[in-house]
């Protein structure tokens, strides 16, 4: 079976497009992300959402960096990329028809996602779950129901999970959804927790 690595909340610029942190980032992936990715002969990459910090503009610094040190040695590695929308990857509360993805890799080798869909990865079903909104919701939950997928991967907000370290999401959407499938892995919040079925994956550095 092939392996999947998955990544979330990577949100490139943040803290005002910090170069400090970019290359805080750019060792991460240099050292440890991808010398691991080869190591453990890995082919696919899903990243479950928030690859950029700031919802509503680009850095062109930040965007070079970005693409440098994640993007492009997907590419040269032949790693085949799947990257899910997240809230910071979109300027509107209400939709995601403008997204980072859309704008910036319209044209990219590799696969994005901004509303909710069923992939095969490997013989296996899974459904990919962007972030909810108003207007994605009543047509992310039809989809729920129809899906025959065992396996969910997006960018959500449930409650009883760490927000952070002090605060579990209240106000969130009821895990009952997802009642149907089998394993729940999202992006999101950046601590760490699970229930033994959903679990959200934190962000892969300190921020």
């Known amino acids: 079976m092939a392996k999947i690595a ?11 497009d910090s170069m400090k942190f970019l290359d805080y980032f750019e060792k991460f992936y240099s050292k440890h992300f991808f010398p691991e ?12 959402g928030d690859i950029v910090d700031r919802r509503k503009y680009i ?12 993007i492009e040695p997907c590419e040269q590695k032949g790693l085949d990329l799947h990257v899910i929308v997240g809230n910071h990857d ?3 509360k209400n939709t995601n028809d403008v ?7 319209d044209n990219a080798n590799f696969n994005y996602y901004s509303e909710p869909t ?9 459904m990919i779950m962007p972030w909810i909104n108003n207007e994605n919701e009543e047509e992310t939950f039809k989809r729920v129901k129809k899906s025959n997928c065992k396996v969910v991967m997006g960018h959500l907000e449930l409650n009883g999970f760490k927000a952070h370290k002090y605060h579990v999401m209240e106000d969130g959407m009821n895990i009952s959804i ?4 089998e394993k729940v892995y999202s992006g999101h919040f950046h601590t760490r927790s699970d229930n033994e079925k959903i679990y ?4 892969p550095y300190e921020m």
């Open 118 to 126: 069923d992939i095969t990865l490997d013989g296996h079903d899974i």
């Open 90 to 92: 979109v300027p509107y």
């Open 99 to 105: 997204n980072s993805m859309n704008e910036l890799f």
């Open 37 to 48: 990715i080869e190591n453990r002969g890995i082919e696919t990459i899903i990243h479950l």
């Open 178 to 181: 997802l009642d149907k499938f």
């Open 59 to 70: 850095n062109y610094v930040t965007l070079k960096r970005m693409k440098e040190m994640f």
């Open 200 to 203: 959200y994956l934190g962000n």
């Open 6 to 16: 998955l990544v979330t909340d990577t949100h490139f610029g943040v803290r005002n």
